[in-house]
């Protein structure tokens, strides 16, 4: 398993993002990626753990909670044509609101891993 972290890339009103990924072939492989991720005790205790991937043609996604941050991500890795990789944005809520800005840190997580894809 090849997991890439970017941590602490993003802070906004006191909360705090990270992205990950790796390459995944099927779901088996996506549930190993989050593994590994969260054995780390400071994305197990994070607020969210949003994450999609294309495995084998097929879209799959989880919110885990930040409603609506699953199919962003998904959204931008159909348009990346980034086939058998699942990407994970990570969240530490600050305890302020963001509103729909964490739409906009979504999508600037996600850029910010694909820009260091290559």
């Known amino acids: 398993m090849t997991l890439t972290v ?10 705090r993002y990270a992205v990950s990924g790796g390459p995944a072939r099927d779901r088996a492989e996506a549930q190993a ?17 949003s994450w999609a991937a294309i495995l084998s ?3 799959v ?5 930040e409603s609506g941050a699953g199919q962003i991500i998904l959204q931008m ?6 086939q058998d990789h699942m990407i994970v944005v990570t969240r530490w809520y600050g305890g302020k ?3 729909g800005d964490r739409f906009r ?3 600037d997580a996600v850029r910010h891993y694909l820009a260091r894809m290559s």
Do not use: P, Y
Request: positive net charge; charged residues 35%; without cysteine.
């Open 6 to 15: 970017h941590d602490k890339i993003i802070s906004d009103r006191g909360s």
């Open 33 to 49: 990626l989050l593994a590994e991720l969260k054995r780390n005790k400071r994305f197990a205790r994070a607020t969210h753990n």
């Open 57 to 59: 043609g097929e879209g």
């Open 61 to 65: 996604r989880d919110d885990d909670g």
């Open 77 to 82: 890795l159909e348009r990346a044509g980034l």
């Open 97 to 99: 609101h963001l509103g």
């Open 105 to 107: 840190h979504v999508i």
